[in-house]
């Protein structure tokens, strides 16, 4: 099965500044990696997703990029805002079945200090 | 609201009791997942349910079950609670046929005493 390890675990931007976020896994078969931002008290929300086909997605001010080789990807994010300040995980697939069984990464607490 | 719905939002229980979990999931969707979610840490698969069976199981003892119904919603039990139980518990709806594109639910906050 999958393993996910996710980089930093916490993190302090000043706003305006960008922010990066990365996570590595363990199964080369591996072909979806979402994202996933949940504030204080709310559900877990998808923010972007990436699969193994493409090598960069962007949606605004977030971007994914997936290293195939190196088998990690990485969440950008541009011109940080105070609404950033979130809980961000990282999830990839636990086979490569298409079970919808997800592996998560630890979490990374954004802080974005206005 | 079509999203996913969990009841109740918060529980207190006493080790060794048992406690029941529900989630209507997102209109459409027809797969539930659970998830354990301890404090500062990530979501963790304790299994999914789709058309009324266990599909797919995490690591998680026995003392975790769950069900579905034919209108789709899902119940997770869990037996003999422990103090370790504490957490928050998610479920997270999706299509058998986009089995990735979780809708989670606020999740239920059970606290074991």
């Known amino acids: 099965g999958e393993n996910v390890e996710q980089h930093p675990s916490t993190l302090s931007v000043q706003e305006g500044d960008s922010a990066v976020i990365k996570c590595t896994y363990s199964?080369?078969?591996?072909?979806?990696f979402p994202w996933y931002k949940q504030e204080l008290g709310k559900r877990p929300q998808l923010i972007i997703d990436i699969r193994s086909n493409v090598g960069e997605k962007k949606d605004q001010r977030i971007a994914v990029t997936l290293n195939k080789t190196a088998k990690h990807f990485s969440l950008h994010i541009t011109e940080t805002q105070p609404e950033d300040s979130a809980v961000y995980f990282c999830?990839?697939?636990?086979?490569?079945?298409?079970?919808?069984?997800?592996?998560f990464g630890q979490g990374t607490t954004l802080q974005v200090k206005p | 609201d079509a999203g996913v719905t969990q009841s109740p939002t918060h529980l207190i229980k006493t080790r060794g009791q048992q406690v029941t979990l529900r989630c209507s999931p997102k209109?459409?969707?027809?797969?539930v997942s659970w998830y354990q979610q301890a404090l500062g840490q990530g979501p963790q698969f304790i299994f999914q349910?789709?058309?009324?069976?266990?599909?797919q199981r995490g690591n998680f003892p026995d003392r975790f079950s769950g069900h579905q119904f034919p209108n789709y919603s899902s119940e997770l039990n869990v037996n003999a609670l422990l103090l370790g139980d504490s957490a928050l518990y998610l479920c997270a709806s999706s299509t058998d046929l986009q089995a990735y594109g979780y809708t989670f639910g606020s999740g239920t906050r059970l606290t074991v005493v």
């Open positions: 199964d080369s078969a591996s072909n979806y």
């Open positions: 999830a990839a697939p636990w086979d490569s079945g298409n079970t919808g069984k997800l592996i």
């Open positions: 349910y789709y058309e009324e069976e266990e599909r």
């Open positions: 209109s459409g969707h027809d797969t």
